[in-house]
Structures are given as C-alpha cells and as structure tokens.
C-alpha cells in the first residue's frame, strides 16, 4: 500500500503561482511513478503531468506545457507540483496517484490515489 496526501492548495489570483506538495508513504517511493491529475467540477478528470520512478523522465498533458513543472524529491518521500502562470480556468481538485513500472496519462493505471487539494484561481 501507498498512502498519498496532497496539500498546498488555496485561492490564488490569475497570474500567481502554487507548489503542490504530495507526502508519500508506505513503499517504497522510489519504485513509483507518480502524477498529477485534476478534476473540476462538472467535468471528467484531466491528466496534468507524470514523473518516472528516478525523476528522470517527465511528461505533460497540453494544459500544463510550459506553465507547470512535475518534480520529485525520493529522499523526502514527497511529490511536487510547480505551478506557474495560474488562469482562471486551472481551478479544480488536484490529485496525486502511484503505480509501479513506467508513467502513464491515463489514470486507470494508477493504483493509488491522494483525496486532493482544491485550487481555486480567481479573476
């Protein structure tokens, strides 16, 4: 079992900018390849970006390209996500999730999930 808890989250003008943090425990993190997910209101759950069991490999959906950055710190057990240039439209709960062997988009692989962090981005 992997327990994963988000945080981080708030209410943030356009504009401005969140660091996403989701503590892991249990296994051994190291094994895992780790994303981001979000999920608004009304709407299906969007893949954000993932990370390689290393930290090596990354890899972003459209909405994050070029504002968002996937890391993550293995001696600390922890998953972050940089998010720049926030628009109104980025507003929803952000999920982390885990599962073994390579990344991937689709969240169906993923074995494991956090409950999620609301960002609410304000115009």
């Known amino acids: 079992q992997v327990q994963l808890v988000e945080s981080g989250g708030g209410l943030v003008q356009a504009g401005g900018s969140l660091r996403l943090p989701c503590a892991a425990s249990?296994?051994?993190?190291?094994?895992?390849?780790l994303a981001w997910f979000r999920q608004a209101p009304g709407k299906e759950r969007e893949f954000v970006a993932t990370i390689s069991p290393s930290g090596t490999n990354t890899y972003y959906g459209q909405s994050a390209k070029g504002r968002f950055t996937i890391s993550r710190d293995n001696s600390k057990n922890t998953l972050y996500l940089q998010m720049n240039t926030l628009l109104v439209e980025d507003t929803a709960l952000y999920l982390c999730a885990a599962k073994g062997g390579l990344g991937s988009n689709s969240g169906s692989q993923y074995e494991y999930w956090g409950l999620g962090t609301q960002v609410t981005v304000s115009s």
């Open positions: 249990g296994r051994t993190f190291s094994n895992y390849a």
